[in-house]
């Protein structure tokens, strides 16, 4: 199977869902992937059909933006798109969203640009102009743009307001993340208005990200108080979202006439569909399901991908050393921003090493039964993380190898 025929609407062989049983699992993706070398991602369609269903039923006929960032695979963002609940694509730079033009014609660039080649491509090209939104939150980056190609000279450029959805909670302060100086909706009406005023600029969509309701966990391993800490906080955020969001909403329609409001994320696919102000969302990690998301009360995703190291050498009677395997998350650093061993169980990391750009020692029970050339199985904190240390990912179907798909990266694309 290639990637043009990749498709997630075919009936899986084998069990409905052979993740539950790790003990047959694991085996089985070392058993469809035992004639490839080290490193080997692996897809398993079975996972990854579950994942894409679950999540559009999470959000509830509200449609899904697939954020590529979190997949970084083009074929599995064109499968994405076939399926119901899913419409158009989040990319995080305007490069990737230029490349994914070609196939793709509905496509938000998740951050604002000053790629200069860029926006002189897009503002030469009519059908990508039509193609690709911008994002925006500030006049210095619509008076960079208008730099780069002035807008007499130019295609009409399409763009995003983004609205900042951090919360200022009382004592606690600032909650959420610094993306957009825009909070308050009279600040979205002011800036809504001075696009409306400028050449060549045609404002068609809000976007707001909620942080601190989509990507924090609300039930982390281990850490009770932090949970219902985590909780508490959500619970009173996205209230306050919602009515700031409404109205900001409210203030921009004042001067330009939307085509989407989009919010949320794979963490918050429930409360952000019940905003009325929202007509879509964007998500993308939890489709491939990496354990970051095993701390989550409401979802539970199953383990679509993963990775394979092998063993290379035994130093001690309590050890064994895989080649790899430090491929490590975004975000604050700590032990959740690593790859967790999954297979053999029984396995953990040498604290003074942890897990290594070149080598991973491994201790525990099952580590003196490990011998040269057995495989480790690894998953993934968030989902991107993969398609940059990966070529292809091996497309397994019930216990069976059914073919690759290339990563950005085995397309010879890295972006950011």
């Not at 952000?272 to 879509?280: F, G, H, K, P, Y």
């Not at 395997?325 to 090493?353: C, F, K, N, Q, Y």
Request: glycine share 12%.
């Amino acid at each position: 199977m290639t990637g043009s025929e990749l498709r997630l609407d075919a009936a899986q062989t084998g069990d409905a869902a052979p993740w539950r049983e790790p003990g047959r699992y694991w085996p089985a993706l070392s058993a469809a992937t035992a004639g490839l070398d080290a490193p080997v991602g692996v897809l398993h369609l079975g996972a990854l059909r579950h994942n894409a269903r679950d999540m559009a039923r999470r959000a509830g006929g509200t449609p899904i933006r697939i954020a590529t960032k979190s997949v970084r695979v083009r074929s599995v963002i064109e499968a994405l798109l076939d399926q119901p609940g899913y419409r158009g694509v989040f990319a995080y730079t305007l490069a990737e969203a230029l490349w994914l033009a070609d196939t793709v014609d509905d496509l938000l660039v998740g951050y604002p640009t000053t790629e200069r080649g860029g926006i002189r491509r897009l503002g030469g090209d009519a059908e990508l102009a039509s193609r690709i939104t911008l994002m925006v939150d500030s006049a210095a980056q619509l008076d960079f743009i208008d730099s780069v190609v002035p807008p007499g000279a130019r295609e009409m450029i399409r763009v995003c307001l983004e609205l900042d959805a951090s919360w200022h909670a009382p004592v606690l302060g600032h909650l959420g993340v610094r993306r957009s100086p825009v909070h308050h909706p009279a600040d979205a009406g002011a800036l809504a208005a001075h696009i409306a005023r400028r050449r060549g600029f045609r404002l068609v969509g809000v976007m707001s990200y909620e942080a601190q309701i989509a990507g924090i966990l609300n039930r982390p391993e281990g850490r009770p108080i932090d949970g219902a800490l985590h909780r508490w906080m959500q619970s009173r955020s996205m209230p306050e979202l919602v009515e700031r969001r409404a109205r900001a909403v409210a203030a921009v329609q004042e001067h330009a006439q939307l085509e989407f409001v989009n919010g949320g994320g794979t963490g918050s696919l429930e409360v952000t569909a019940a905003d009325a102000s929202i007509t879509e969302i964007a998500a993308g990690s939890g489709l491939l399901g990496g354990h970051l998301f095993d701390g989550y009360a409401h979802f539970t995703p199953a383990p679509a991908a993963a990775f394979g190291l092998d063993v290379v050498r035994s130093p001690s009677p309590r050890h064994a050393t895989i080649l790899g395997g430090g491929w490590i998350a975004s975000g604050p650093p700590g032990t959740d921003r690593l790859p967790r061993i999954v297979w053999p169980e029984g396995l953990a990391l040498v604290a003074r090493e942890s897990a290594g750009e070149v080598q991973t020692p491994v201790t525990g029970a099952a580590a003196g039964r490990l011998r040269v050339g057995d495989r480790i199985w690894f998953r993934h904190t968030k989902s991107g993380e993969l398609s940059e240390h990966l070529d292809a990912f091996t497309l397994v179907d019930g216990d069976q190898s059914v073919g690759s798909v290339p990563t950005y990266r085995g397309e010879g694309r890295a972006f950011l």
